[in-house]
């Protein structure tokens, strides 16, 4: 059975490119898919955790939370590409560095 | 006698409704306002007509000839104050004779103020008058009547000051006002006094009057300063009033200067009515004055300085009026010896002889002034004797009327009302116990009337030139003569009546069928022949016939029978005595010693008080001023260097601070990201080296 920390690694780097995809791309789009490689990150290390835990036929905590977060990236890339959407409609454009309104 | 009395009130309301039409009427409407101010007066004179026969016959004793009807005006805790109006001869005949006199010299101001451009105005005025006069009449409370009179006050102020634009007249109204004023100051502290000694200002009340037994009784008792009796106090208090409204001596400078109005003005406030109110107000409270309920005559010291006061203002005026060149002003100060008359009369033989002789003057001096201003009129203004004469001719009617009015005035025997009301006066002087100085007073009173008025007379209707009456025309720059020309109907016609009136009097007069004596004094007597004809009586009559005749006599000779005299030649008296006539026309000086005196004090007073204002009141003013301005100097130093400094210090440095931060919101999303990654790098770099 392969170890725990391959995972760990793998999972690490999975996190890492996604952050840096998501600090680098101008366009929104590859940002929001950085995020989601960031959140997949997050489950593959919900559910290495699970499979080398203690009894992992019985308790079945972290399949759920890798579920549930799935669920939720689901609805979150939905609402994610719908404000992509209208910001391109409000701005012409999806690249970030236009959108800056928000600016103090 | 009680149908009227509820009605009575209607009698100075209806006058005060046409006052308040015509205060809001416009200038062109003349007929409307003469036809409302004389149907208002003449409606007056019916209400009062019915009054009069009301108290013909008296029920009861002397109590009950007094028909009050009081009401309550206000209350302040558990007092109240109550007005209300009574109805008895002295009211009954006052009215009559008010709105009589009045109803004729309204009726004659409509000729005489033709051509006058505030003739609305004057109307007004004259219905004010009469209102304030009848309140005055039928008031049953001494605070009615102290309102009423400050009324009379004010009409009379206006209508003197009717002509405003001549500056003599403005003068004249306020010395008019300032000097009645004078007088009314002691009449309101008497009436205060009376009120805190009585608590009732109201004449009757069903025995709790201040002028019935209980209150008078209790006033006699009393002991004040200087052992006087406190109803002898208050009555020379309330006396000073009608001393000044009465122009009686000292008080009495404003009454010749009152002329300065128009002439009706002059014959019904300044003759008739107004000035009769003084004479009124004394008998009204004679019982106080008397000390005596009944109304009976009695020798008390408010009488008899009532008496002494009415004396020497009878010689005085009459002394004053011979060496007088204005017709009016003569009358005027005929008018205040008559007063002085009346004031003896009343305070030697009780009211009822005053009465009768204000009664009676009321009518000839009314008739005298109508007629002096029937000649004013005439002449185109002229009112200096010297430059009339020769009148007769033209103004027959005015001449006839005038004449009458002047032989009332003298008191020519038998057929002249003015003869028996003297006479009476004479009469009870002469039986009067403390002294027999105001019987030579009056005798030679009566003597420099008789001269005045013949003099007078002769000077404006008989003296042998062509009068010198001119009017300045707009082409010539000379005066052209112009003939003096009879006045319209609308102004003899009263003087006509009034000379009847002035003649018929003398019936109710007489001392063989002394009906208006009774008729006052509440018990009728019947035809009283032995009293006619006693011996003192005979004699008086005797006496005052040979004065008149002697006055007249001497006037005519000095006047007529010496040779005729030139225009502005010298009076006759002049020549006689230069240095008395010249005093006489001086009119004593009194003028110029109140000048000297109490104005001066005044002005020096006015000044003081000016300095204090400016120098004392006004310099800790300003100091106060000051004071505050530099308080106000240290707040605003304080607000600008302290406070203001230090807030927008801070300020400055938030908006510093603030602008820097704003660099990192920049809206720039990645940023953000980046710092959340490197932050959390961080945190999990100190978990990490924490955890060893």
Known sequence: MTPLHYYLIVSALLFAIGFAGALTRRNAILVLIGIELMLNAGNLNFIAFWRYGSHPEHHFTGLMFVIFSIAIAAAEAAVGLALIISIYRHYKTTNLDQVNSMQG | ?692
Not at chain 2, 25 to 46: E, N, S
Not at chain 2, 105 to 134: K, P
Not at chain 2, 370 to 387: K, N, P
Not at chain 2, 616 to 623: E, M, N, V
């Open chain 2, 1 to 692: 006698m009680t149908g009227i009395l509820h009605y009575l009130w209607l009698i100075p309301a209806l006058p005060l409704l046409a006052a308040g039409i015509l205060s809001l009427t416009r200038q062109p409407h003349r007929r409307f306002a003469a036809t409302l101010a004389i149907g208002a007066m003449a409606v007056a004179f019916g209400l009062s007509l019915l009054a009069f026969f009301a108290t013909l016959h008296p029920q009861g004793g002397i109590e009950a000839q007094h028909a009050v009807r009081n009401i309550p005006w206000f209350e302040f805790g558990a007092t109240h104050l109550r007005i209300g109006w009574v109805l008895d001869p002295l009211t009954a005949c006052m009215l009559v004779m008010v709105t009589f006199v009045g109803s004729l010299i309204f009726i004659y101001s409509v000729g005489y103020m033709a051509q006058d451009e505030n003739f609305t105005r004057f109307f007004c005025f004259l219905s004010l008058f009469a209102s304030a006069m009848l309140g005055l009449v039928i008031a049953n409370s001494l605070l009615l009547f102290f309102m009423c009179w400050e009324l009379v006050g004010l009409s009379s102020y206006l209508l003197i000051g009717f002509w405003y634009h001549k500056p003599s007249a403005a003068a004249a109204a306020k010395k008019a006002f300032i000097v009645t004023r004078i007088g009314d100051l002691g009449f309101f502290l008497g009436m205060l006094w009376l009120y805190a000694a009585t608590g009732t200002l109201l004449f009757y009340d069903d025995g709790k009057g201040c002028l019935e037994a209980a209150a008078i009784t209790k006033l006699v008792a009393q002991v004040t300063i200087g052992g006087m009796a406190l109803s002898t106090i208050i009555s020379l208090l309330i006396f000073c009033g009608a001393m000044g409204k009465s122009g009686q001596v000292p008080l009495h400078v404003w009454l010749p200067d009152a002329m300065e109005g128009p002439t009706p003005v002059s014959a019904l406030i300044h003759a008739a009515t107004m000035v009769a109110a003084g004479v009124f107000l004394v008998a009204r409270v004679y019982p106080l004055m008397a000390g005596d309920a009944s109304g009976a005559s009695t020798n008390s010291s408010a009488l008899t300085v009532v008496t002494w006061v009415g004396a020497i203002t009878a010689v005085f005026a009459a002394l004053v009026a011979v060496a007088q060149f204005d017709i009016k002003r003569i009358l005027a100060y005929s008018t205040v010896s008559q007063l002085g008359y009346m004031m003896m009369g009343i305070g030697m033989g009780g009211y009822a002889v005053g009465m009768l002789h204000l009664i009676t003057h009321a009518f000839f001096k009314a008739l005298l002034f109508l007629g002096a201003g029937s000649v004013i009129h005439a002449c185109h203004e002229e009112q200096d004797i010297r430059r009339m004469g020769g009148l007769q001719k033209h103004l027959p009617v005015t001449f006839a009327t005038y004449a009458v009015g002047m032989m009332a005035l003298s008191g020519v025997p038998l057929f002249f009302s003015s003869f028996w009301s003297k006479d009476e006066i004479l009469h009870s002087a002469l039986s009067w116990q403390p002294s027999r100085g105001p019987f030579y007073f009056g005798i030679a009173g009566a003597f420099l009337t008789a001269f005045y008025m013949t003099r007078q007379v002769w000077y404006v209707f008989f003296a042998r030139k062509e009068p010198h009456i001119s009017v300045p025309t707009a082409h010539a720059s000379h005066p052209v003569p112009v003939e003096p020309h009879e006045s319209p109907s609308i102004m003899t016609v009263p003087l006509i009546i009034l000379a009847a009136c002035a003649v018929l009097l003398s019936i109710i007069a007489t001392p063989v069928w002394p009906w208006f004596h009774a008729y006052l004094s509440g018990h009728l007597e019947h035809l009283q022949v032995s009293f006619a004809i006693s011996s003192q009586v005979l004699l008086t009559m005797l006496l005052s016939t040979c004065i008149v005749t002697a006055g007249i006599s001497l006037a005519w000779w000095l006047y007529a029978v010496k040779p005729a005299q030139k225009g502005e030649e010298a009076d006759a008296l002049e020549k006689l005595q230069p240095d008395v006539f010249s005093l006489l026309r001086d009119k004593f000086l009194i003028d110029e010693i109140y000048e000297a005196t109490a104005v001066r004090l005044n002005a020096v007073c006015a000044r003081v008080s000016d300095w204090l204002d400016q120098f004392l009141w006004g310099g800790l003013i300003q100091a106060v001023s000051f004071l505050v301005l530099g308080l106000s100097w240290l707040n605003r130093l304080l607000d600008e260097f302290v406070v203001n400094l230090g807030f927008d210090k801070g300020c400055g440095s938030l908006r510093t601070s603030a602008s820097i931060l704003s660099h990192f919101q920049n809206g720039q999303v990645q940023r953000y990201l980046k710092v959340i990654g490197l932050a959390m790098s961080i945190l999990a770099l100190i978990f990490i080296w924490g955890r060893k």
